[in-house]
T-cell receptor, first 114, second 114 residues
Protein backbone atom coordinates (compact mmCIF):
# COMPACT_ATOMS: atom_id res chain seq x y z
CA UNK A 1 0.00 0.00 0.00
CA UNK A 2 1.08 3.54 -0.64
CA UNK A 3 0.87 6.41 1.82
CA UNK A 4 2.37 9.82 2.45
CA UNK A 5 3.03 11.79 5.59
CA UNK A 6 3.25 15.55 5.46
CA UNK A 7 5.17 17.00 8.38
CA UNK A 8 3.55 20.16 9.65
CA UNK A 9 -0.06 21.06 9.01
CA UNK A 10 0.71 24.77 8.93
CA UNK A 11 3.74 26.69 7.70
CA UNK A 12 4.13 30.46 7.97
CA UNK A 13 6.84 32.24 6.01
CA UNK A 14 7.78 35.82 5.29
CA UNK A 15 7.53 37.13 1.76
CA UNK A 16 10.84 36.46 0.05
CA UNK A 17 11.84 33.68 2.43
CA UNK A 18 12.40 30.03 1.61
CA UNK A 19 9.37 27.76 1.49
CA UNK A 20 10.02 24.16 2.58
CA UNK A 21 7.22 21.62 2.79
CA UNK A 22 8.08 18.10 3.91
CA UNK A 23 6.69 14.87 2.54
CA UNK A 24 7.71 11.31 3.32
CA UNK A 25 6.22 8.39 1.45
CA UNK A 26 5.75 4.70 1.91
CA UNK A 27 5.39 2.47 -1.09
CA UNK A 28 5.77 -1.22 -1.76
CA UNK A 29 6.76 -0.53 -5.36
CA UNK A 30 8.61 2.32 -7.09
CA UNK A 31 6.27 5.26 -6.80
CA UNK A 32 5.04 8.18 -8.77
CA UNK A 33 5.04 11.26 -6.53
CA UNK A 34 3.14 14.48 -6.91
CA UNK A 35 2.63 17.84 -5.31
CA UNK A 36 -0.72 19.54 -5.79
CA UNK A 37 -1.83 23.00 -4.68
CA UNK A 38 -5.35 23.98 -3.68
CA UNK A 39 -6.43 27.61 -3.46
CA UNK A 40 -9.50 28.47 -1.37
CA UNK A 41 -12.73 27.12 -2.82
CA UNK A 42 -10.95 25.57 -5.79
CA UNK A 43 -9.90 22.14 -6.97
CA UNK A 44 -6.40 20.74 -7.08
CA UNK A 45 -3.73 21.97 -9.47
CA UNK A 46 -0.62 19.95 -10.23
CA UNK A 47 2.60 21.70 -9.19
CA UNK A 48 5.04 19.00 -10.21
CA UNK A 49 5.50 15.25 -10.50
CA UNK A 50 8.24 12.65 -10.19
CA UNK A 51 7.93 9.73 -12.57
CA UNK A 52 11.44 8.23 -12.46
CA UNK A 53 13.35 10.64 -14.64
CA UNK A 54 15.51 13.28 -12.94
CA UNK A 55 15.37 13.20 -9.16
CA UNK A 56 15.20 17.01 -8.98
CA UNK A 57 11.88 18.02 -10.44
CA UNK A 58 10.97 21.57 -11.40
CA UNK A 59 7.36 22.63 -11.44
CA UNK A 60 5.23 25.67 -11.97
CA UNK A 61 5.45 28.97 -10.08
CA UNK A 62 9.11 28.43 -9.15
CA UNK A 63 8.58 25.30 -7.06
CA UNK A 64 10.83 22.27 -7.15
CA UNK A 65 11.10 18.97 -5.31
CA UNK A 66 13.81 16.37 -4.88
CA UNK A 67 13.16 12.65 -4.79
CA UNK A 68 15.42 10.94 -2.26
CA UNK A 69 14.91 7.21 -2.27
CA UNK A 70 17.24 6.60 0.67
CA UNK A 71 15.19 8.96 2.82
CA UNK A 72 11.81 8.10 1.19
CA UNK A 73 11.24 11.81 0.90
CA UNK A 74 9.91 14.23 -1.68
CA UNK A 75 10.17 17.67 -0.08
CA UNK A 76 8.86 20.75 -1.89
CA UNK A 77 10.80 24.00 -1.93
CA UNK A 78 10.62 27.49 -3.35
CA UNK A 79 13.54 29.87 -2.82
CA UNK A 80 11.49 33.03 -2.39
CA UNK A 81 7.88 33.05 -1.21
CA UNK A 82 5.31 35.30 -2.81
CA UNK A 83 1.98 36.37 -1.35
CA UNK A 84 0.25 34.37 -4.07
CA UNK A 85 1.79 31.16 -2.68
CA UNK A 86 -0.66 31.18 0.23
CA UNK A 87 -2.64 27.98 -0.27
CA UNK A 88 -2.90 24.38 0.83
CA UNK A 89 -0.37 21.93 -0.54
CA UNK A 90 -0.84 18.19 -0.87
CA UNK A 91 1.75 15.51 -1.46
CA UNK A 92 0.45 12.37 -3.18
CA UNK A 93 1.78 8.98 -4.21
CA UNK A 94 0.65 6.33 -6.67
CA UNK A 95 1.99 3.02 -7.90
CA UNK A 96 3.68 2.79 -11.27
CA UNK A 97 0.91 0.76 -12.70
CA UNK A 98 -2.15 1.73 -14.62
CA UNK A 99 -4.43 2.13 -11.63
CA UNK A 100 -3.20 5.61 -10.71
CA UNK A 101 -5.14 5.80 -7.48
CA UNK A 102 -3.61 8.74 -5.68
CA UNK A 103 -3.04 8.54 -1.94
CA UNK A 104 -2.85 12.04 -0.50
CA UNK A 105 -1.29 13.42 2.61
CA UNK A 106 -3.32 15.51 5.03
CA UNK A 107 -2.03 18.73 3.52
CA UNK A 108 0.05 21.70 4.65
CA UNK A 109 -1.43 25.19 4.76
CA UNK A 110 1.02 27.91 3.82
CA UNK A 111 0.55 31.49 4.96
CA UNK A 112 2.81 34.25 3.69
CA UNK A 113 3.54 37.27 5.88
CA UNK A 114 4.17 40.63 4.27
CA UNK B 1 -9.82 23.43 -24.14
CA UNK B 2 -12.27 22.86 -21.32
CA UNK B 3 -10.88 21.25 -18.23
CA UNK B 4 -12.77 18.99 -15.86
CA UNK B 5 -16.19 20.43 -15.08
CA UNK B 6 -18.42 19.46 -12.18
CA UNK B 7 -21.98 20.24 -11.19
CA UNK B 8 -23.52 21.41 -9.01
CA UNK B 9 -20.89 23.51 -7.25
CA UNK B 10 -22.78 23.58 -3.96
CA UNK B 11 -25.74 21.72 -2.58
CA UNK B 12 -27.46 21.10 0.72
CA UNK B 13 -29.25 17.89 1.61
CA UNK B 14 -30.72 16.38 4.73
CA UNK B 15 -29.87 13.07 6.35
CA UNK B 16 -31.35 10.09 4.57
CA UNK B 17 -31.65 11.80 1.22
CA UNK B 18 -29.88 10.83 -1.97
CA UNK B 19 -27.58 12.99 -4.09
CA UNK B 20 -26.18 12.81 -7.63
CA UNK B 21 -23.05 14.69 -8.64
CA UNK B 22 -21.90 15.07 -12.22
CA UNK B 23 -18.56 15.34 -13.95
CA UNK B 24 -17.37 15.97 -17.50
CA UNK B 25 -13.75 15.01 -18.05
CA UNK B 26 -11.11 17.08 -19.77
CA UNK B 27 -11.25 16.84 -23.54
CA UNK B 28 -9.43 13.72 -24.72
CA UNK B 29 -9.65 11.96 -21.38
CA UNK B 30 -11.46 8.65 -20.98
CA UNK B 31 -10.94 7.77 -17.32
CA UNK B 32 -12.70 9.41 -14.39
CA UNK B 33 -11.99 9.12 -10.68
CA UNK B 34 -13.90 10.50 -7.72
CA UNK B 35 -12.40 11.71 -4.44
CA UNK B 36 -13.95 12.86 -1.18
CA UNK B 37 -12.23 15.69 0.68
CA UNK B 38 -13.52 16.27 4.18
CA UNK B 39 -12.80 19.61 5.81
CA UNK B 40 -9.15 19.90 6.78
CA UNK B 41 -8.15 16.60 5.21
CA UNK B 42 -6.59 15.35 2.02
CA UNK B 43 -8.74 13.84 -0.71
CA UNK B 44 -9.70 10.18 -0.29
CA UNK B 45 -10.14 7.93 -3.32
CA UNK B 46 -13.70 6.68 -3.86
CA UNK B 47 -13.55 4.88 -7.22
CA UNK B 48 -12.36 5.03 -10.80
CA UNK B 49 -14.29 4.41 -14.02
CA UNK B 50 -12.95 3.38 -17.40
CA UNK B 51 -14.91 1.99 -20.34
CA UNK B 52 -18.10 2.47 -18.36
CA UNK B 53 -16.98 0.06 -15.66
CA UNK B 54 -15.81 0.58 -12.10
CA UNK B 55 -12.16 -0.45 -12.22
CA UNK B 56 -10.97 0.29 -8.74
CA UNK B 57 -12.62 1.20 -5.47
CA UNK B 58 -11.45 2.75 -2.25
CA UNK B 59 -12.71 2.06 1.25
CA UNK B 60 -16.20 3.48 0.85
CA UNK B 61 -19.53 1.75 1.57
CA UNK B 62 -21.95 0.60 -1.07
CA UNK B 63 -24.01 3.73 -0.48
CA UNK B 64 -21.51 5.33 -2.83
CA UNK B 65 -22.05 4.29 -6.42
CA UNK B 66 -21.20 5.67 -9.80
CA UNK B 67 -21.67 5.49 -13.49
CA UNK B 68 -19.75 6.39 -16.59
CA UNK B 69 -21.49 7.20 -19.83
CA UNK B 70 -20.37 6.52 -23.42
CA UNK B 71 -19.23 10.14 -23.74
CA UNK B 72 -16.89 9.50 -20.73
CA UNK B 73 -18.83 11.77 -18.37
CA UNK B 74 -19.60 10.37 -14.95
CA UNK B 75 -21.99 10.54 -12.03
CA UNK B 76 -21.44 9.90 -8.35
CA UNK B 77 -24.47 8.82 -6.35
CA UNK B 78 -24.67 8.73 -2.59
CA UNK B 79 -27.70 7.15 -0.92
CA UNK B 80 -28.96 7.44 2.64
CA UNK B 81 -26.86 10.50 3.35
CA UNK B 82 -25.13 10.83 6.70
CA UNK B 83 -23.81 13.96 8.37
CA UNK B 84 -20.32 12.57 7.80
CA UNK B 85 -20.84 12.66 4.04
CA UNK B 86 -20.49 16.44 4.14
CA UNK B 87 -17.39 17.14 2.06
CA UNK B 88 -15.98 18.48 -1.16
CA UNK B 89 -16.33 15.85 -3.87
CA UNK B 90 -13.64 16.07 -6.52
CA UNK B 91 -13.70 14.54 -9.95
CA UNK B 92 -10.43 13.84 -11.75
CA UNK B 93 -9.75 12.66 -15.25
CA UNK B 94 -6.89 11.31 -17.34
CA UNK B 95 -6.16 9.51 -20.55
CA UNK B 96 -5.90 5.82 -19.75
CA UNK B 97 -3.12 4.96 -22.19
CA UNK B 98 -0.74 7.67 -20.98
CA UNK B 99 1.64 6.25 -18.44
CA UNK B 100 2.22 9.36 -16.32
CA UNK B 101 -0.13 8.95 -13.40
CA UNK B 102 -1.11 12.63 -13.56
CA UNK B 103 -4.71 13.47 -12.78
CA UNK B 104 -6.57 16.64 -13.71
CA UNK B 105 -9.07 17.80 -11.12
CA UNK B 106 -12.27 19.77 -11.30
CA UNK B 107 -13.18 22.44 -8.77
CA UNK B 108 -15.47 20.11 -6.90
CA UNK B 109 -19.01 19.88 -5.62
CA UNK B 110 -19.42 20.92 -2.01
CA UNK B 111 -22.07 18.84 -0.28
CA UNK B 112 -23.51 19.83 3.07
CA UNK B 113 -25.69 17.31 4.87
CA UNK B 114 -27.93 18.71 7.62
Amino acid sequence: AQSVTQLGSHVSVSEGALVLLRCNYSSSVPPYLFWYVQYPNQGLQLLLKYTSAATLVKGINGFEAEFKKSETSFHLTKPSAHMSDAAEYFCAVSKRTNDYKLSFGAGTTVTVRA
Amino acid sequence: DAGVTQSPTHLIKTRGQQVTLRCSPKSGHDTVSWYQQALGQGPQFIFQYYEEEERQRGNFPDRFSGHQFPNYSSELNVNALLLGDSALYLCASREYRLNTGELFFGEGSRLTVL
